[in-house]
């Protein structure tokens, strides 16, 4: 892609922190040009749009999804919201890049698919790992370690917002009405990596441990597949300074962080080590949009990484976990 034959205008939903730092990590990528801002306040959207050159706010999406203005909208509202918004944009002729995890359930990314392929546009997952250098490098490097006996994606990150609970508030990052929590926010960084490389497990065990609000504040879960075993732990109350870790054979590659790494080094058995980490040329989530962009110019309706398929595999992965350890969103009773 080139200069501006490629460009394509986006409107964003969502004016948080997430949405700010992918605005600031594709400041520099010519092809994007942020031409509307969709807030549930004016005041709010004309701010935004203010700080980050946007002409057009708008506070009602069915007009927002109308503009000739917009081509694609990128979605970081609360996980609950995804769905509608999406259906709403899409059933507009507009492709849609949405944060992870694509939507509350099964059925609501079933649907969002279904309406993708009606209209013909571009539905992906912004699962932004899945593009970045490192975990291509794993990907390229994973041979070296033989037979793979047991993969360990571990995301546990204290969330400030759990002071905030603690004190009595609730914020939307354990309120269920948003379909949040810990698995949904954290485990599927470690989730959606693992389908790629392994692809979907035989089974799984979950648990977790519910807050008073429902969500889970922490869980773990163990997937068996054929001649292996993965573990996932995430956590939104406690912090690890674990590493991720996939484990062969011949040695073990780890990740520092599994939603973005930024080191990756392969421990074989007989002490040595190698790093494989890859500097990236980018800001992490200036990939994503990149495979995005590149695949609108190419008239391409689905990647092929951040695929449908493994959107789907995900969700049910993770509805599935939600069940045996008890999570119940508004969402699930409201199809």
Known sequence: MKGREAMVRFGIIGTNFITERLLEDVKDFEDFQLTAVYSRTVENAEEFAKRFGAEETYVNIEEMAKSNNVDAVYIASPNSLHAHQAITVMEQGKHVLCEKPLASNTIEVEAMVEVAKKNNVL???????TFLPNFLSIQKNLHKIGKVRRYVGTFC???????????????????????????MDLGVYCIYPMLLLFGPPQSIQANAVLLETGVDGEGSIIFSYDNMEAVVMHSKISTSFSPSEIQGEYGSILIDNISDPEHVEI??????IEDITQIPSSLSMYYEVEEFIKLITENSKESSINSHYHSLTTIR??????????????ADTQL
């Open 157 to 183: 990150k204290y969330s400030s917002r759990y002071d905030a609970y603690k004190e009595g508030k609730v914020l939307n990052a354990f309120n269920p009405k948003f379909s949040n929590g810990s698995l």
């Open 317 to 330: 992965i993770v509805e599935e976990a939600r069940k045996q350890a008890g999570i119940l969103y508004p």
């Open 123 to 129: 539905l992906m997952e912004a699962m932004k790992t």
């Open 267 to 272: 421990r074989y058995k007989d002490g040595s």
